[in-house]
């Protein structure tokens, strides 16, 4: 039997959320390698909209999809209280998948509402729209000053630039303290 890889996990956990109708965009590296340039990504970012009543059939789901997974609950409910995050680590690869809660934050909400259905690999999976994800790595870039944050920002420009909505993305980079930033990009 073949190796499992980051694709088949994220198709498996795209497939338990939607079983569990839990709402949800993939963001960072995957998100990435939708709207920008190929590159490595050592883990799969999942934004979720959880209700403390999702946690016991979502870690029960993830079990059954890898024995040997990691999950926590206590992390689970601290990181729904304060929107913050959560992982799984699947037992059979190693890769980590990061559920960040959805903040009840105004940026957070327009970023699940804006989400784009992809077919990838023959299955409809949500991801982030390519401006909300410039938007995240922005703000990622700023609390940590990653290069790799820019040269995403760069290929979604590259790749997908003549599709970006730029008012949306001023109106919000005005908003979030980012637009000096962003501004180099238009």
Known sequence: MPQKDSKDLLMEVVGILSDLRIPYLITGGMAVLVWGRPRFTAD????????FSDIDKLIYALKDLSTAGYIDKDMMVDALNNFSEFNF?????????????????????????????????????YFSSPEDLILSKLTWFMKSQSSRHIEDIESIFKISGENLDLKYLEEWARKMGSWDLLNRYL
């Open 44 to 51: 799969i970012d999942v934004v979720v909209e959880m209700k």
């Open 89 to 125: 680590i699947d037992g059979n690869t190693g890769i980590k998948v990061d559920f960040w809660v959805l903040n009840e934050d105004e940026f957070d909400v327009s970023r699940l509402k804006r989400r784009v259905k992809k077919k990838v690999f023959n299955k409809q999976v």
